[in-house]
């Protein structure tokens, strides 16, 4: 089952996929020709041909070609190749949105709903409820989430002022928008849940009519619901109260009233059956308990980030099990290893995907927890709240310890997964301001003092310690 933890320490994108963009032929910056139009020269063209004779005209056609290798390979002032404009024109990267400082539109107050800054990670995150709960972490006091149309990744801003909670219509700029729940109302509803909680007590003890009593317990739930929203920043019909896991569904953030004192959250299939991690051919949903995130708001928004880590990892899993033409066996390995080799063999993916892929299918969720936790520690971090990241940090390290948490294996030396993550770590450490290094190295030293600390007794004790990837990482500025 894959987990956000629980324990004695305090309680996208998936990970960055580079690949190469292939340059535009100039055959390719020719328009396209409108349906049922046969190749063949257009009429402003053929009249233009008509005054030329051939041998300047091939001089010209010469000309302009040299012309467009030229603008395709000349070489930027810091020798990196083409330039901004041009790469762009060719099929290069697109320029990033400037979001900050952009009218959104107006608000049901006739407002206008202006970005006042971005909350974390400049690149965006790969759901809308991850940029939600980032958003929340960032304590923006008025929030949306924007879809960039160009990379397709979510944005968490504050603005000037609300929205409502919810897709946003007409937008300014035509963008896929989505209103938060305003930050005051955690504690607005957070009272109003407190006070319902001892009027339904006081009710029972003094034996209250019955339908009053439900009336109240139909209130309080309600008002639950409200808090649950608020907390994460989601809108109300994002999220459905369930009473145990069985019950959970897709596309909804499940709220689970039957705790489970062992984890704070879990990803798991829908619809019956053996629930915990990855099943194939069926969905995939995520569970927060309602007592722990009524309990820890901010452990509760930093769950759902982790858990939307694995849902991610679950979904493109399942997209290659469908893909696969046949069935998977998983027992012997020997079988296994038939699926193994076809993922090995699929150009459009990642080594780092292959392998979490494989993983996934497999029930081995070292990999898949690794990018989860990590990736929330730096969502946080990155968000301004250095004190929980620091949290899922140690946490992360106390799990891996041996015999702690089962399915926090350690993952394989020379797990790929683990490469493009430790890169994923050192790209987004240097781009940070000297104050949030400091804070990074202080999250990672206290992590990896965790795991000295297990060393050095399991040594008084002559007792193996297995090397485990975190204590082992250093970053340069």
């Known amino acids: 089952?894959?987990?956000?933890?629980?324990?004695?320490v305090s309680?996208?994108?998936v990970y960055p996929q580079t690949r190469l963009q292939e340059t535009s032929s100039p055959e390719s910056l020719k328009p396209p020709l409108k349906p049922g139009v046969?190749?063949?020269?257009?009429p402003v063209t053929a009249q233009v041909s008509s005054l030329i004779d051939d041998g300047t005209a091939k001089e010209a056609e010469r000309a302009f070609d040299g012309l467009l290798r030229s603008l395709e390979f000349k070489a930027?002032?810091?020798?990196?190749?083409?330039?901004?404009?041009v790469k762009q024109k060719i099929g290069g990267?697109?320029?990033p949105i400037k979001f900050v400082g952009m009218v959104l539109g107006r608000n049901q107050s006739n407002e206008e709903v202006r970005v006042k800054r971005e909350v974390g990670a400049p690149a965006g995150y790969a759901d809308k409820w991850q940029a939600m709960a980032v958003a929340r972490l960032g304590k923006a006091e008025r929030a949306v989430v924007v879809q960039d149309p160009k990379t397709k990744n979510w944005h968490a801003f504050e603005t000037t002022a609300d929205f409502q909670a919810g897709p946003v219509a007409n937008t300014t700029q035509g963008l896929t928008v989505i209103g938060m729940p305003p930050l005051a109302d955690i504690k607005h509803w957070s009272r109003k849940v407190q006070e319902l909680n001892k009027t339904l007590d006081t009710m029972k003890q003094s034996g209250a009519d019955e339908s009053a009593?439900?009336?109240t317990r139909k209130d309080l739930k309600d008002a639950q619901l409200k808090l649950a929203a608020a907390t994460l920043g989601v809108p109300e019909s994002d999220i459905v109260f369930?009473?145990?896991?069985?019950?959970?569904?897709a596309g909804k953030i499940n709220i689970t009233e039957q705790d489970n004192p062992k984890s704070l959250g879990r990803t798991g299939s829908v619809g019956g059956g053996t629930l915990d991690g990855f099943q194939q051919g069926k969905d995939s949903a995520i569970e927060i308990d309602l007592a722990d995130l009524l309990a820890n708001p901010t452990g509760g928004q930093v769950t759902l980030f982790h858990e939307m880590v694995h849902l991610k990892h679950h979904e493109l899993a399942q997209e290659w099990v469908k893909k696969y033409p046949g069935s998977i066996v998983m027992d012997p390995p020997q079988a296994f290893d038939v699926f193994r080799k076809w993922i090995d063999s699929q150009k459009d993916l990642t080594k780092a995907d292959k392998e979490l892929i494989v993983n996934v299918v497999q029930g081995n969720d070292g990999t898949t927890e690794a990018l989860a936790n990590v990736q929330s520690f730096l969502a946080a971090l990155q968000a301004g709240s250095p004190d929980q990241a620091k949290k899922e940090l140690v946490k992360y390290a106390t799990a891996l310890l041996p015999g702690r948490v089962p399915g926090y294996a350690n993952p394989a030396n020379g797990s790929q997964v683990l490469a493009a993550l430790t890169k994923e770590l050192q790209t987004a450490y240097r781009q940070m301001p000297k104050a949030m290094q400091d804070q990074f190295d202080d999250a990672m030293k206290a992590a990896q003092q965790v795991i000295k600390s297990e060393a050095d007794k399991r040594?008084?004790?002559n007792k193996l310690m297995p090397d485990l990837w975190i204590s082992s990482l250093k970053f340069s500025r």
């Open 1 to 8: 089952m894959t987990q956000n933890v629980k324990g004695s």
């Open 11 to 13: 309680p996208t994108r």
């Open 38 to 42: 046969e190749s063949g020269p257009d």
């Open 76 to 85: 930027s002032p810091d020798g990196a190749g083409a330039s901004t404009s």
């Open 93 to 95: 990267p697109p320029a």
């Open 213 to 215: 009593i439900d009336k």
């Open 242 to 249: 369930i009473a145990k896991s069985a019950d959970r569904k």
């Open 459 to 461: 040594k008084a004790e």
